[in-house]
């Protein structure tokens, strides 16, 4: 009796990538290269959300800070365009600022150059990036950002420090690869800069209203 053919069982067919046609956060999922500031622009989509940033191939995602925060970056801002303006510089807040293959998204940025039209700026246009501290990022905002702007060549670095509601300012310039202090002050005193421009501002001018008892957080 003739025996059947052997017949090799088919190879499974790969599964397809998935397809997206328009940005989407579900990219993370199953996006497993190392990222980069392109590609993060190009498969994630804009927000007005939580900061999206690229590190070292990885992305960050970081909600919203507190509204002490929020109230001291408007106000602060408003005051540093101005001056800002008169020096024939650009404040922006947390814009996109492309350094390598990182994207970094300060929370203040000081261009020597108008970012009209554009999604980003290349971080050799900043003049100044500032943070303000975050109690869940204090780590990321008083060492690793400095160290990450000076490492690029960022000629000035500005710190805010709310903590205990009581504000603080600290201006950093760009010394051999280093940032050295030249300008510090604390609620209830001046905090005076003269370069990259001409500011001066009682740090306790950055918060407002009295915080609420505990008890009443989350509440309407």
């Known amino acids: 009796m003739a025996q059947a053919a052997f017949a090799p069982e088919p190879e499974p ?38 900061k999206v940033e690229v590190l070292s191939g990885s992305v960050i995602v970081t909600p919203h800070a507190g509204y002490d925060h929020q109230d001291a970056e408007l106000d602060l801002a408003y005051l540093l365009k101005q001056a800002a303006r008169r020096a024939k510089l650009w404040l922006y807040l947390e814009t996109n600022i492309v350094s390598g293959q990182d994207l970094f998204i300060p929370d203040i940025v000081i261009l020597d150059a108008p970012g009209g039209g554009r999604t980003t700026m290349n971080i050799g246009h900043a003049v100044l990036l500032g943070e303000i ?18 490492a690029v060549g960022v000629p ?7 903590r205990n509601r009581v504000p603080t300012i600290a201006l950093y310039e760009l010394t051999e690869g280093e940032y050295r202090p030249v300008a510090a002050a604390a609620a209830g ?18 918060l407002g209203e009295e915080a609420l008892p505990e008890a009443t957080d989350g509440e309407g």
């Not at 501290?133 to 000076?150: C, H, L």
């Open 13 to 50: 067919e790969p599964e397809p990538e998935p397809q997206h046609t328009e940005p989407s956060f579900d990219v993370l999922r199953w996006h497993d290269e190392p990222w980069t500031a392109q590609l993060a622009l190009d498969l994630l989509p804009e927000t007005n959300g939580p």
């Open 133 to 150: 501290v975050s109690p869940g990022n204090r780590r990321k905002d008083i060492i690793d950002r400095p160290r990450e702007y000076a």
């Open 156 to 162: 000035f670095f500005l710190r805010v420090d709310l």
């Open 189 to 206: 005193t001046r905090f005076v800069m003269r370069e990259p421009f001409e500011f001066s501002i009682d740090p306790a001018d950055l």
